[in-house]
């Protein structure tokens, strides 16, 4: 009887004390019969690509990338995946043939959570988009694959976000169906739509699914929307996870859509990032229910 090899992985960021990675990691491990040592490391702001060559140096084989450094690593590798070079972003690195290859599996984690998780259609559907960073970057080109009808990007700087716009307007243009619109905005134009103007300021109406890729997601200034952003029906996704009814999720249950954060997007690229590694895709569900429950709740509480 032949015994699993262990293998060597880790989630590097800075901070990242607060990683789930290592637990969830485990957990995939443990299904599968296959014992892995995964560990949180902290890199300099200033030091990633020497911690990321250090690790692997030490016998490390793979590695996922948490903020700030997920644009880092996709110039730093010296094998980038075409995902990778579109969104100008990883979150993924492996050790194969002694050099480092990156890949982006949060927009693959992401889209899987809406519909596989969620039961969101996104086929034919307008989506806001908030935020044009690394996070942002690396959902688009998924987002365009689903086959969403109108893309809107909306950023603290409007140049920004019509830039990163103008960057995925030809994946839009190549993907599956119809051309998606994708068009970038200035968040202040959002916040302050109402009924009347969200039409002429965002596109053509209210939407469907509204994504939080900001910065505000992880702890800066908030970010809140009027009840005219939301469709009847719509989803509001934070992709930052484990901080209960944020007031960007609170605005939009107060609109009446329905309100999840990033938890089934991070254990769903975690298990990309697992069969990227190590050939074989764990199951999630249980996973995801085992770590759902220790996390503070998504809906407010009668007084």
């Known amino acids: ?45 200033d030091g ?5 060559r250090a690790f692997f140096a030490e016998g490390g084989q793979g590695m996922n990338v948490t903020a700030p ?38 927009g693959v984690g992401l889209v ?13 559907r307008r989506v806001l988009l908030l935020g044009a960073g690394g996070a942002a970057r690396g959902v688009i080109d998924p987002l365009l694959e689903a086959g969403v009808r109108e893309l809107v990007i909306a950023n ?46 965002t596109g053509n109406g209210a939407f469907d699914v509204v994504i939080d890729a900001t910065s505000a997601a992880l702890g800066g200034d908030a970010v809140q929307l009027p009840p005219a952003a939301f469709a009847p029906g719509a989803l509001a996704y934070a992709m930052a996870y484990g901080k209960g009814l944020t007031p960007f999720l609170a605005s939009a249950a107060e609109a009446g859509a329905r309100v999840a954060d990033g938890l089934g997007m991070l254990v769903e690229q975690a298990a990309e990032s697992y069969a990227w590694w190590r ?16 996390l503070p709740p998504l809906k407010q509480t009668a007084a």
Do not use: W
């Open 279 to 294: 050939g074989r895709r764990p199951e999630t569900g249980a996973v995801l229910a085992e770590f759902a429950a220790t």
């Open 48 to 52: 990633f690509e020497a911690s990321v």
């Open 156 to 201: 603290r700087t409007r140049s920004r976000a019509e830039a990163l716009a103008e960057a995925f307007a030809f994946s839009a243009a190549s993907s599956a169906g119809p051309a998606a619109i994708v068009r970038g905005v200035a968040l202040e134009d959002v916040v302050a739509a109402e009924s009347a103007s969200v039409s002429t300021t």
């Open 69 to 106: 450094f997920k644009v880092e690593a996709a110039t730093r590798a010296d094998r980038a995946s075409p995902r990778v070079i579109r969104a100008g972003a990883a979150n993924c690195l492996r050790l194969r043939d002694g050099r480092i290859e990156a890949e982006n599996f949060d």
């Open 112 to 124: 899987r959570d809406l519909t596989h998780n969620l039961g969101v259609e996104l086929a034919g």
């Open 1 to 45: 009887m032949n015994t699993p090899t262990t293998g060597r992985y880790c989630v590097i960021g800075n901070p990242i004390a607060q990683s789930r990675s290592p637990e969830i990691q485990a957990r995939f491990g443990e299904q599968l019969g296959e014992p892995i040592d995964y560990t949180r490391r902290l890199a300099p702001v």
